[in-house]
């Protein structure tokens, strides 16, 4: 069975419910399923009609957060830059200065 775009594939799998993870499991399925599928990045295929990311997906994302899990890593790399857009740094960055002498 292969699907491409229309679905985004899941992994199920068991951790302990005492756990970060374990605790913050329903906030985690929650976000998972208001995820949009890879081909259309910017649509909750759960909220019919939705602009990604939804209310849902943020209010999951926040109980994720508050159980002092990273969001990040129930959200696949892909649609990272969506949810944290790269930022110009506020002050100059290391690596930018040059050593004259
Ligand atoms: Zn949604």
Redesign the pocket.
Known sequence: METKGDIRAVEGLLVAADSPAGRAAAAINDLTM?LPTPAEPGV?P??VG?F?P?R??DDAAYRVHTARLRVGDVVPLGLHPRLWPPATPPGPSPGEEHDHG
């Open positions: 208001h909750c759960t909220c939705r990604w939804c849902y997906f």
